[in-house]
């Protein structure tokens, strides 16, 4: 079984409409990551969480929101939807103490119409 | 602030040829260096990493990258491209010490290898 695993893989929604992303992981790492992929910008970072009462805002959280509901789930929430925030979207893993090695997710796709 | 920077959003090799997929940081305090792969449809897999022991680091399918101070430099290399290198490779830097674990990624290498 995967270590770090996302859901929905690929999701097409409407503009205005409220949706979740969703990630698990396994690998028992504190740290938590969402990501944005977009072509020729690589990817950046949306939130960050060290533990279930530490939340971060990351380079751009304007229009997403997280939730860090136990030590292995960490969801990305898109309040209301806009056509921009079509990207791949990545959760990343890390343990605490590390040399900043992060562990990633199989990505989701998100389409907003 | 920490940056990544790598030249070339496109590199095309022979089957055989040599690799070179160049990453030039920016940092402030001594970094932690990393290059991942993306294979189409899938996440990113570390390739190697620069932790601050030997300064020529080996990874995975025969990668390697080395680290060079003076010219703030992290290039990946393979002596001898295979099909299966087709991905995109991306460079990253974290602060050593840092209290956020964050990565800054660069912009991304579609590496294509041609028959």
């Known amino acids: 079984d995967a270590d770090v695993t996302q859901t929905p893989r690929n999701r097409i929604t409407k503009t205005g409409k409220r949706i979740m992303l969703e990630c698990s992981q396994t690998k028992g790492h504190d740290r938590m990551y969402w990501y944005r992929q977009d072509p020729g910008l690589g990817l950046r970072l949306i939130y960050y969480s060290f533990d279930v009462k530490d939340i971060n805002k990351g380079e751009i959280s304007d229009g997403y929101s997280v939730s860090r509901q136990a030590q292995a789930k960490f969801s990305l929430s898109l309040e209301s939807a806009i056509p921009n925030q079509t990207a791949l979207y990545f959760c990343?893993?890390?343990?605490?103490?590390?040399?900043?090695?992060?562990?990633f997710g199989p990505g989701t796709r998100l389409t907003v119409l | 602030a920490q940056s990544v920077t790598q030249l070339g959003s496109h590199v095309s090799v022979s089957e055989g040829a040599l690799v070179l997929l160049r990453c030039n940081y920016s940092s402030s305090v001594p970094p932690y260096l990393f290059w991942y792969v993306q294979y189409p449809n899938q996440g990113l897999q570390l390739l190697l990493k620069?932790?601050?022991?030997?300064?020529l680091v080996k990874g995975i399918n025969g990668f390697e990258a080395e680290f060079k101070k003076s010219e703030t430099s992290f290039h990946l290399t393979k002596p001898s491209a295979h099909m299966s290198d087709a991905a995109e490779y991306f460079c990253?830097?974290?602060?050593?010490?840092?209290?956020?674990?964050?990565?800054?990624f660069g912009t991304g290498t579609l590496l294509a290898v041609q028959p």
């Open positions: 620069y932790t601050s022991a030997a300064t």
């Open positions: 990343a893993t890390g343990p605490q103490g590390s040399n900043n090695e992060q562990f």
């Open positions: 990253a830097v974290s602060d050593r010490g840092g209290a956020t674990n964050k990565l800054i």
